[in-house]
């Protein structure tokens, strides 16, 4: 059997989706575990699932649990995705709690492509802004600076900057390349492997106005939805909340939920914790938690809190490219405009020389 070490493959939120839901259905007719995963096994073409598979069903048809050999791999398969099954398992409800599973991966994959494709239009924007001024500086420009230059005239400062500028890139262009690159390698390798600059970071991004309200509710949707099913599955609250601290990567979130764990295995009440923590649970959360805990409906009521952040991050999405979106039309008609002047001040200045 193949070294677990050396199996590495790439298992998206949105193929887990479908390889749980698809699981959920064989396990559902009846079709014995083992021969469920065989048969995905054999429809899967990435070779990198096959191994993946074929080193579960090893050690299933060995005796081992489903959830235990999902948890070989924690890269592909979260603690949350092992806990579910491993409650089904229990419980006698596998194939229900596939898909639950199935159906949760999926409004996550869904959460998350809307966050991102709120952010991809005002990245086109930008890059589109920064391809036009270096067409400007480093083509155009450099072919009128010799006109300029011949007609022996003091150019204005704008022109001066510009062509400062054009000369910085044309001589070392290829430098500032390579020291951008490696300056963006270099944060991407320090926030993979500083957990100090992670944190930092994360406290940050909370805090940006506009973007860090997107991000906090973003957060705690996914965290109330897993609490809830956990919780419906019959999962201890503290229990639940150590997975949620481990399936969540905001670090200033995952250090969050780990506190509130304790707080609550100290006998604690969960609600009290979130409202001392206003800057990363919104004031309503704590609120409604502390009618789920005198109530006793705290897993429907974190539901409850998961579907109503869904749809706040929804209409942040939709509302996102609107309020960026004149943030950045100016950004880019002052740097254009900037070029623009840069070209046709001088340009005019030499023609009313000529005339006179």
Known sequence: ??????????????????????????????????????????????????????????????????????????????????????????SGTLSQSLEYLAEELRK??????????????????????LGIAAFLTVYLFPKIVPVFSSMHVRLPLTTRVMIAVSDLVG??????????????????????TS????????????????????????????????????LKSGVRLSDALVVTADTTPNLQYKQAYRTLGETVDRGEKMSTYLRC?????PEVMGHLVAVGERS?????????LSNMYDAEVDEYTKNLSILIEPALMITMGLLVGFIAISIITPIYGITQNLHT
């Open 296 to 304: 006793g409906t705290l897993a429907d009521t974190l539901v409850y």
């Open 171 to 192: 001589h070392s262009g290829v430098v500032l390349l390579c020291g951008s690159v490696a300056l963006v390698c270099g944060c991407t390798i320090a926030l993979r």
């Open 1 to 90: 059997m193949r070294n677990l070490s050396s199996i590495t493959t790439r298992f998206s939120l949105k193929e887990q989706t479908s390889f749980v839901k698809r699981l959920a259905f064989l396990v559902g007719a009846g079709v014995p575990v083992v021969e469920s995963l065989q048969v995905l096994r054999d429809q899967t073409r990435s070779k990198g699932h096959k191994e993946m598979l074929t080193t579960i069903i090893h050690h299933t048809s060995n005796g081992q649990t489903l959830s235990r050999s999902f948890a070989r791999f924690p890269n592909i398969f979260s603690e949350f995705s092992v806990q579910i099954v491993n409650v089904g398992e229990a």
């Open 108 to 129: 996550r994959q869904a959460l998350r492509s809307k966050v991102v494709g709120a952010l991809i239009y005002p990245a086109l924007i930008m890059c589109a802004t």
């Open 195 to 230: 957990r100090r600059l992670r944190v930092v970071v994360d406290r940050v991004v909370v805090r940006l106005p506009l973007l860090g309200a997107m991000v906090r509710d973003y957060n705690v949707a996914n965290a109330c939805r897993t609490l809830g099913l956990l």
């Open 277 to 281: 923590r206003g800057d990363l649970f």
